[in-house]
């Protein structure tokens, strides 16, 4: 991509996300324009070769971005120029048709690119896709409050999930379902060429299908959550998703996930205040 197409795409972002921010839901957008930004960008393709362990399967990563799965840190500009790119392309995506052809938006990430802490999380309910935004409906809200304990906000963090389109839910408005095997599988090289862009030095994975995207089978969240895993060298953090504490609105199950983010705040090297310490304690 030309660096003044980059320029214009990043300000459009912007724009778009300002909007979004005081309210706007819809713009109007004529049909010519929408057909020009559904083309391909004319680009050389640098095919992605890499190959990643997945349970002991070797996963050929798709070729969904161009740039090479470098091991060496990237700056701050080419991150920007091989994030834009891979959102351009998840916003095309057609590989999961169904998929495809009922969502109202590719929902790609959010946050900040630079951060050092990644939040992942299983897929699009029927808010985040009317909204292109993850975790923006009930369990998104108790996210960010989450994450503002921590001591973060959302644009200091980055949030995304494992399917970037939300499992369709034939003739349910509301309904949410969990992603099938094949759909984590067909879409996780979005997650991996993000995490790799990223490279944060902790990832939050948000519930049993999050962890169960990136390891695959596992020993299920309620085993797993508080220890810590590895993946591609970077520490992850199984814990509660946030929609299982609304659920179960005990203080015992959140003081699971506080002492999890607890965790993630000590590994991060991040002050910790006696009052971040103590809650949800009462719970005995
Ligand atoms: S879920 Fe992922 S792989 Fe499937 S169509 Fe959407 S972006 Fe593409």
Not at 226 to 251: C, D, K
């Amino acid at each position: 991509m030309s660096s003044d197409y980059e320029a214009l795409l990043n300000a459009t972002i912007e724009q778009l996300q300002s909007l979004k921010r005081t309210g706007v839901q819809f713009i109007r957008i004529e049909a010519d324009t929408l057909q020009t930004l559904a083309k391909p960008i004319p680009r050389k393709v640098t095919p992605m070769v890499t190959a990643r362990e997945h349970q002991g399967e070797v996963v050929a990563a798709a070729p969904v971005a161009a740039f090479e799965m470098s091991r060496e840190p990237l700056s701050a500009e080419e991150k920007e120029a091989a994030m834009t790119e891979l959102r351009c392309r998840a916003m095309q995506c057609q590989k999961c048709p169904s998929l495809a052809s009922t969502r109202k938006n590719v929902v790609f990430g959010t946050g900040n690119i630079h951060t050092e802490l990644m939040f992942v999380g299983e897929a699009p309910g029927a808010d985040e896709d009317a909204a292109g935004e993850p975790f923006v409906g009930k369990a998104g809200q108790l996210l960010t409050k989450i994450i503002q304990v921590m001591g973060y906000n959302r644009e200091k963090v980055y949030i995304a999930n494992i399917l970037k389109c939300r499992p369709d839910t034939p003739g349910q408005l509301s309904g949410n379902r969990k992603p099938t095997a094949d759909e984590m599988k067909t879409c996780l090289p979005y997650l991996l060429a993000q995490i790799q862009i990223i490279k944060p030095k902790a990832i939050v994975a948000l519930g049993g299908t999050a962890v169960e995207g990136l390891f695959g089978k596992t020993a299920g969240i309620m085993k797993l959550r508080g220890n810590w895993q590895s993946f591609q060298n970077i520490p992850v953090m199984p814990t509660y998703h946030p929609a299982y504490l609304l659920r179960n609105q005990s203080i015992s199950e959140k003081r699971k996930v506080w002492e999890d983010m607890l965790q993630v705040l000590e590994k991060l090297n991040q002050p910790i205040s006696d009052k971040q310490r103590n809650y949800f304690l009462k719970a005995g």
